[in-house]
């Protein structure tokens, strides 16, 4: 389905939301080639360059406040059980500014979807540093090098109860749509954290491209064996980078529990 909107697109030429944005559009179309209705997705973004997607995207979406995201996919969710809601935001917006709403959609296991912009920088906002940037990088406002280990977004959602936990790459593309599809269609809260450049104040290109490999060989139901997959990169400057699913595992949703509890299902 053609799902151009005709918005003029204004990231910066080469930036890495270009790729999520197509990937995503491929992974729109294989989902409602399998069954999964084009109205009922709806697409809600938090504040930042990232946000700018639900513009380019021709399905129903609102565009929430910074950090966000997780309250407004859970009340889509609980008002309107045949909803698909997919969240997106940035490294800053759901990390930082919206840690707290993230970590308890996670802990509920909303069956709702995040697909995480992660160039671990603050883009819109011209290149502060994020929970994710590196330890000891230059930004605006860490002049003198980031003085503060990065976090790791992926132990820290197995651990607060997300059910399907995810790591993309924009340098790998099949792979970043074929994640978003097995995130939207996880019954629970999925998350993927699609690692990418922001060309004009962090850009990571060459270095995504030299070390980033699939995870082979990996159960994703073993919550320990995950933990300790996510450990192998810890968001620093060096080292190679597993891309692939580290957890998945059913459990019930928080949305199924409440419609119970209020006998409609
Ligand atoms: C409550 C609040 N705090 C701060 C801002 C200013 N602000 C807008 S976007 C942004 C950072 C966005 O960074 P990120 O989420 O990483 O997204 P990117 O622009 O990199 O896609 C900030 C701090 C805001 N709009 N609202
Ligand atoms: S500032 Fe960075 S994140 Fe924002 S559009 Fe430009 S390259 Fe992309």
Request: hydrophobic share 35%; aromatic share 8%.
């Amino acid at each position: 389905m053609n799902l151009e909107t005709g918005a003029k697109i204004t990231w910066c030429p080469g930036c890495g939301n270009f790729i999520i944005l197509s990937m995503l559009k491929k992974a729109i179309n294989e989902l409602v080639e399998n069954g999964t209705k084009p109205e009922n997705i709806v697409m809600v973004s938090g504040i930042g360059c990232h946000a700018k997607i639900v513009d380019y995207v021709n399905v129903n979406s609102f565009y929430s406040i910074h950090g966000r995201v997780p309250p407004t996919l859970t009340g889509l969710k609980l008002a309107n059980p045949d909803l698909v809601p997919i969240g997106f935001a940035g490294d800053g917006d759901a990390y930082g500014e919206g840690i707290s709403h993230l970590i308890f959609a996670a802990k509920r296991n909303v069956n709702v979807t995040m697909i995480i912009h992660n160039n671990r920088i603050y883009g819109l906002t011209t290149g502060q540093f994020s929970p994710t940037t590196p330890e000891g990088m230059k930004t605006k406002t860490t002049p003198r090098g980031s003085i503060e280990y990065p976090l790791n977004p992926i132990k820290l959602m197995i651990s607060a109860g997300a059910t399907f936990v995810a790591r993309a790459s924009t340098t790998d593309m099949n792979h970043l749509k074929d994640m978003i599809v097995e995130a939207v269609n996880h019954k629970g809260f999925s998350i993927v954290d699609v690692i990418e450049p922001c060309i004009s104040f962090f850009d990571s290109t060459k270095y995504l491209r030299e070390n980033v490999y699939k995870l082979e060989d990996h159960d994703p139901t073993d919550e320990k064996k995950a933990i300790e997959k996510a450990e192998e990169w810890n968001y620093t400057a060096e080292g190679k980078i597993p891309i692939g699913i580290f957890y998945k595992v059913n459990k019930p949703t928080f949305d199924e529990l409440i419609l119970r509890g209020r006998k409609l299902v």
